[in-house]
């Protein structure tokens, strides 16, 4: 779904309760008829069809409402959806148990389980049959990690919707956060025997066997979701389904031909002369190519007469994107980046989450840089409460310069971020404007997170009387790692570790500086 065609689906949205013509309300089996296709992720139907029934109304039933929440659910926007299940309590008494399991969906999707458990506690008080409230308090058991409830939950909404796909791919989806890939697949497989797969099932059962290094599987069920996506109506889940493939799959798949091939001329050889290879040690960091000392940086040529903008990213994948924050080029038609070697790239796309709450931005280079200058996304981990962390960037280029990044370090002081905000974590490394979008590393060369905010010293001083230290945030690597949902192997020896000047040195190429207009 391009983005034109997606606004245009959220201002639809919004404008459904405008409808004023007859006082029929939607009825049961038409509510049940397009929570089907929502649920097999078919949301341009859905969408098609409710706002056509729409038109009978006088005023947006509860069961409309409830409709509409489930749609803003599957464009990952929980507020939103939260709104319009609420609003439904207020409609009808007749679909409490409905709206309550919607808001406890939504509640999960925003984080917040205690609520989730209550909301979806009254569905189950009003309904004790309800599918949607089993399944939302299996989910809210696996996020708090209370597994075996959590399966006692997932069991009783598969056994009450008789199996049903949606029940099946949320148990098997909850294995499958967990790491428990076999067990995730296994529940998908089962119930695959005695039903046809729809377009949702056969991408998760691709996902999981990408993680489990099945590559040429993963690719053929994921190719044949985007197919079937495509096919139902669902053309934004079918574009995200082949970016992916362009980006991250096809590039593997290419990688082990390239290696079949290798490995199969190494025979040829052997059969014709034996020859010994001496051992080769362990690498640990691969060489970068240096800029030889007279090679001056390129210059960032930009419209004096137009207000710019500057922020700090990171090369990955083979270099071809960059990863920073969604506020450091929002709104901007031209975006180019420079390394710390000196060189420079135009941008030619942006992709953004779908959660408005991300504060993330992937940027499409037009011309990649070196692979050598680039990260792997299997070298971005999640952060460690104490580990040792190095913050790189360009803060204040305009005062301290803008053709070589700056380091500074610290160590993770908390695993979330202010007020508890999870996606998030605290270090106290210093950090100043400009260092935004930029990379926070490990003392092993990892990306544990992305900057993005510091505390505000003079709201502190003024509400607590006293200034503190380098307090700062940066997006977790995990945040970081669904949003690219790019799994590669890491490049990286995890068993060394680097002090301060070896980082610098070694990931002054990776690291960027963002201009934007």
């Known amino acids: 779904m391009s983005n034109y065609k997606f606004l245009i689906l959220i201002i639809s949205l919004l404008t459904l309760t405008c409808f004023s013509i007859k006082a029929h309300a939607i009825t049961e089996n038409q509510y049940l008829v397009i929570n089907k296709l929502i649920n097999e992720e078919n949301i341009d139907k859905a969408f098609s069809d409710l706002k056509l029934i729409q038109k009978d109304e006088v005023k947006l039933s509860a069961r409309s409402q409830i409709l509409i929440g489930k749609i803003y659910l599957a464009l990952e926007q929980p507020a939103k959806a939260f709104t319009f299940f609420e609003k439904a309590t ?3 008494v007749l679909n409490y148990d409905l709206a309550y399991a919607g808001m406890s969906m939504a509640a999960i999707k925003l984080g917040n389980l205690s609520d989730a458990k209550n909301y979806a506690e009254k569905a189950l008080k009003e309904n004790p049959d309800l599918v949607d409230a089993k399944l939302a308090l ?12 959590a399966e006692i939950h997932f069991k009783k ?12 791919r949320a148990y098997a989806s909850s294995k499958f956060r967990q790491g428990r890939n076999k067990e995730a697949r296994n529940i998908i497989t089962n119930a695959l025997i005695e039903q046809k797969s729809d377009a949702a099932t056969t991408d998760l059962l691709g996902k999981i066997f990408w993680i489990e290094g099945n590559i040429k599987e993963a690719v053929r069920l994921r190719s044949d979701a985007s197919e079937m996506f495509r096919k139902s109506g669902n053309i934004q889940r079918a574009e995200q389904i082949l970016s992916w493939l362009n980006a991250a799959a096809m590039p ?3 990688e082990i031909r390239k290696s079949e091939l290798i490995k199969k001329e190494k025979i040829e050889k052997k059969k014709v002369k034996k020859k010994t290879k001496p051992s080769q040690p362990k690498l640990t960091l691969p060489k970068r190519v240096s800029l030889k000392p007279e090679t001056r940086p390129e210059e960032i040529f930009v419209d004096k007469d137009k207000p710019t903008y500057t922020g700090s990213g990171v090369i990955l994948n083979d270099g071809k994107w960059i990863i920073t924050n969604k506020h450091v080029i929002e709104g901007s038609k031209y975006i180019v980046v420079r390394n710390g070697f ?9 992709e953004v989450p779908t959660n408005e709450n991300i504060d993330l931005a992937l940027l499409k280079l037009k011309k990649p840089f070196p692979s050598t200058y680039s990260l792997s996304i299997g070298d971005i981990k999640r952060p460690k409460a104490g580990e040792q962390i190095y913050v790189m960037g360009y803060p204040m280029s305009s005062i301290l310069g803008r053709y070589n990044p700056s380091i500074s370090e610290g160590i993770v002081s908390k695993t979330s971020g202010f007020g508890e905000m999870a996606g998030q974590f605290q270090i106290t490394a210093k ?17 544990v997170g992305i900057s993005v905010g510091k505390l505000n010293k003079n709201e502190v001083l003024k509400t607590d009387g006293f200034i503190p230290e380098d307090v700062n ?7 970081v790692t669904n949003f690219l949902n790019m799994p590669v192997k890491a490049k990286l020896n995890e068993s060394k570790r680097y002090d301060a000047s070896e980082i610098y040195e070694y990931m002054r190429p990776t690291v960027v500086f963002i201009v934007s207009q």
């Open 473 to 479: 945030v940066g997006i977790s690597g995990q945040v």
């Open 342 to 350: 000196g060189k420079v790239r135009e941008v030619e796309a942006v």
């Open 157 to 168: 909404a598969i056994l009450a919707s008789r199996n049903s796909l949606v029940s099946v």
């Open 90 to 92: 207020f409609t009808s």
């Open 431 to 447: 950090m100043n404007k400009g260092n935004s979008g930029g990379p926070i590393f490990n003392d092993k060369g990892q990306v």
């Open 138 to 149: 299996g989910l809210v058991f696996a996020d708090y990690g209370q597994m075996k409830k």
């Open 252 to 254: 593997k798949v290419n």
